[in-house]
């Protein structure tokens, strides 16, 4: 079992940056899990926004792509989301998870999710 604990969320101004930080505990995490965060915005579904493979390549949507950036540190056991230049269609719950099937871009890839952490970026 895997838990994860997500963090850093906030409200923003647009142009701004923040970066969360996605813990884990339970069973060893060091490389066993692909990485992903997902955001969901009100009244619409949950899409991928980065993820990170065990050995460390990463892959972002096109909306965040140049803006975001997804790394770990398996020593301490975390993701991290950098986010820069944010914007008010960033706004929403930020979830990161863990998982090893599939590609990676579907949250069915995944077997364990934090509880999300709120963004919100003002105009």
């Known amino acids: 079992q895997v838990q994860l604990v997500e963090s850093g969320g906030g409200l923003v101004q647009a142009g701004g940056s923040l970066r969360l930080s996605c813990a884990a505990s339970g069973r060893t995490f060091s490389s066993l899990y692909r990485m992903g965060w997902f955001r969901q915005a009100p009244g619409k579904e949950r899409e991928v926004v980065a993820v990170i493979s065990r050995s460390g390549g990463t892959t972002s949507s096109g909306s965040v792509k140049g803006r975001f950036t997804i790394s770990r540190d398996n020593a301490k056991n975390t993701v991290y989301l950098q986010m820069n230049s944010l914007k008010p269609e960033d706004t929403a719950v930020y979830y990161c998870?863990?998982?090893?099937?599939?590609?990676?871009?579907?949250?069915?890839?995944?077997?364990?999710w934090g509880q999300g952490t709120q963004v919100t970026v003002s105009s």
């Open positions: 998870a863990a998982g090893l099937r599939g590609t990676g871009w579907s949250s069915g890839d995944y077997d364990y």
